[in-house]
């Protein structure tokens, strides 16, 4: 079993930055696709980035157009964490951020239906 741990939610002023973590623990599988998204209140999860990584090949990255100059995704093997660095945030940017992680480690996938094991939920605020 999957666990998926989020940190470094809260509250930053706009232009400023803040980071996001994502512990995994429990995964046996070396090559996998993790993506993060995004929920405001009343609206369904949106892909932000998502990561996949093939053990003999190394890594990809993709990030949703709305962040693509902005935030970065990046993987550390050795600490079983994937992080979303969110630079010049906006208001728009203030959700709940989740972490996730896919049995279909061939892709990076923006479709929420192919992620299986998800985070709680980290709320980064965003202030004017």
């Known amino acids: 079993q999957v666990s998926l741990k989020e940190s470094g939610g809260g509250l930053v002023q706009a232009g400023g930055s803040l980071t996001l973590s994502c512990l995994v623990s429990?995964?046996?599988?070396?090559?996998?696709?993790m993506g993060w998204f995004r929920r405001a209140p009343g609206k369904e999860r949106e892909f932000v980035s998502g990561?996949?990584?093939?053990?003999?090949?190394?890594?990809?990255?993709a990030l949703t157009d709305s962040v693509k100059d902005r935030f970065v995704i990046s993987i550390d093997n050795a600490k079983n964490t994937v992080n979303l660095q969110m630079n010049h945030m906006k208001l728009d940017d203030a959700e709940v951020y989740y972490c996730?992680?896919?049995?279909?480690?061939?892709?990076?996938?923006?479709?929420?239906?192919?992620?299986?094991?998800w985070g709680q939920g980290t709320q980064v605020t965003v202030s004017s």
């Open positions: 996730t992680d896919s049995l279909y480690p061939h892709l990076i996938h923006s479709d929420v239906s192919r992620y299986t094991y």
């Open positions: 429990g995964r046996t599988y070396s090559n996998y696709a």
């Open positions: 990561v996949m990584w093939n053990a003999g090949n190394g890594g990809n990255t």
